[in-house]
């Protein structure tokens, strides 16, 4: 369990950071960059949380933990026999978000357009974490391009950014429909 006494160690003040296995890098290193990606999307979806209830909410709570244990993995470094053993995302967790996606799928129209990251307030929102979301997932493909991590990582990044868009398009569902891209309308 974590016990957090200090806020400020100031060991971080020249530009470098701790990992999960004690290591030391640069605040700049792609593992960090991956991971403060994951971070910044977990509290984007708080946001979303604030325009969401019921099973919406409880879907988002969820996935902010799930969003940890990511953080948790990509900031321990795949190590053979190491010290005790790290936490690392499983493809359970891919599986429940993929189960979700058909579920909520199911519920919508079929697309004929592409649709504007538009709407409700929640769709807005939802959309903007897709766009975080693929950016973590690209961020930890060019952490996976220069070290061995958890591929299930990547997995899981790929079906989460899935998720928001028909969890968006069902918000809008709910508040009168997509809005859709309409080619060529402002020539």
């Not at 470094?77 to 010290?83: G, I, L, T």
């Not at 891919?94 to 129209?109: F, H, K, P, S």
Request: glycine share 6%; proline share 5%.
């Amino acid at each position: 369990m974590v016990k957090l006494t200090r806020i400020y160690t100031r060991t971080g003040d020249a530009g470098q950071t701790m990992l999960g296995d004690g290591s030391r890098v640069a605040k700049t290193d792609a593992r960090v960059t991956a991971y403060g990606t994951v971070d910044e999307l977990n509290a984007l979806l708080g946001i979303c949380r604030l325009h969401a209830a019921g099973p919406l909410d409880q879907a988002l709570a969820r996935i902010q933990n799930d969003l940890f244990d990511v953080g948790a993995d990509l900031c321990t470094p795949e190590q053979e026999d190491p010290p005790y053993e790290p936490l690392r995302v499983v493809a359970a967790q891919t599986t429940w978000l993929e189960q979700e996606i058909d579920r909520v799928n199911a519920g919508l129209e079929t697309l004929r357009s592409f649709v504007l990251p538009a709407g409700s307030p929640a769709a807005a929102h939802l959309h903007h974490a897709r766009t975080v979301a693929r950016r973590a997932e690209r961020d930890t493909a060019a952490l996976a391009s220069m070290t061995p991590i958890n591929e299930e990582v990547l997995r899981y990044l790929n079906r989460l950014s899935d998720y928001l868009f028909v969890l968006a398009r069902d918000a809008n569902r709910e508040a009168g429909g997509d809005v859709l891209w309409l080619p060529g309308e402002n020539r």
